[in-house]
Nanobody
Framework: QVQLVESGGGLVQAGGSLRLACAASGSIDQIYVMGWYRQAPENERDLVALISTGGYTRYVDSVKDRFTISRNSARDTVYLQMNSLKPEDTAVYFC?????????????WGQGTQVTVSS
């Protein structure tokens, strides 16, 4: 079983920065993709950014040039550096990891961390 522990959310003023971290633990054979999603009240959970094992990254248009996703493969950890935050970035941010554990594929989610941006 794979567990994800997120950290780094909080309250920040518009224009500020936050850094989210998500550490995966358990019997992990290989990680294929690590990503961040967010869900605002009454909205669906949407992709923010993802990074593959080979370093391919993908961002939603609204965060390009403001957010940067990175990973520490040795520690099975993914980060999301968020700069120039806007009130519309306010949401619960969820970490997602897809990989292989004990010979079977897995798709795990973190518990979510609240990010609130005040105007």
């Amino acid at each position: 079983q794979v567990q994800l522990v997120e950290s780094g959310g909080g309250l920040v003023q518009a224009g500020g920065s936050l850094r989210l971290a998500c550490a995966a633990s358990g019997s992990i054979d290989q990680i294929y993709v690590m990503g961040w999603y967010r869900q605002a009240p009454e909205n669906e959970r949407d992709l923010v950014a993802l990074i593959s094992t080979g370093g391919y990254t993908r961002y939603v248009d609204s965060v390009k040039d403001r957010f940067t996703i990175s990973r520490n493969s040795a520690r099975d950890t993914v980060y999301l550096q968020m700069n120039s935050l806007k009130p519309e970035d306010t949401a619960v941010y969820f970490c997602n990891v897809v990989g292989r554990s004990l010979g079977a594929n897995f798709n795990s989610w973190g518990q979510g961390t609240q990010v609130t941006v005040s105007s």
